[in-house]
């Protein structure tokens, strides 16, 4: 069992910066990963980010990576998702999951994984 929180999320103005973190308790398995999702409105979610815990190789499935990071923190079993140059585009309710091969390719399925309750960006112009 994994319980997952969410924060860093806000209001913030086109072209700005935000660091998004999630804090883990209970165990992750160094094969699973956990991953950054996103849901913009009337759209699907859709995988951002993952990082192995493990090893932390990462993995991005947006369409545009070179403005996202994610890392890992172990010992503060935190991850972080860095978002630079925000976009209209990016605003949306940002989850964090952990778990198995689903999460490890940032794919979102009921039921699978562990998730948080989400924390939300709003990108005023």
């Known amino acids: 069992q994994v319980q997952l929180v969410e924060s860093g999320g806000g209001s913030v103005q086109a072209g700005g910066s935000l660091r998004l973190s999630c804090v883990a308790s209970g165990k992750i398995f160094p094969r699973h990963c956990v991953a950054w999702f996103r849901q913009s409105r009337g759209k699907e979610r859709e995988g951002v980010a993952s990082?192995?815990?493990?090893?932390?190789?990462?993995s991005y499935k947006i369409d545009d990576p070179g403005r996202f990071t994610i890392s890992r923190d172990k010992a503060q079993n935190t991850i972080y998702l860095q978002i630079n140059n925000l976009q209209p585009e990016d605003a949306g309710d940002y989850y964090c999951?952990?778990?198995?091969?689903?999460?490890?390719?940032?794919?979102?399925?009921?039921?699978?994984?562990?998730w948080g309750q989400g924390t939300q960006v709003a990108i005023s112009s």
């Open positions: 990082i192995t815990w493990g090893d932390g190789t990462t």
């Open positions: 999951a952990a778990g198995g091969d689903k999460v490890c390719r940032q794919v979102a399925v009921p039921g699978e994984g562990w």
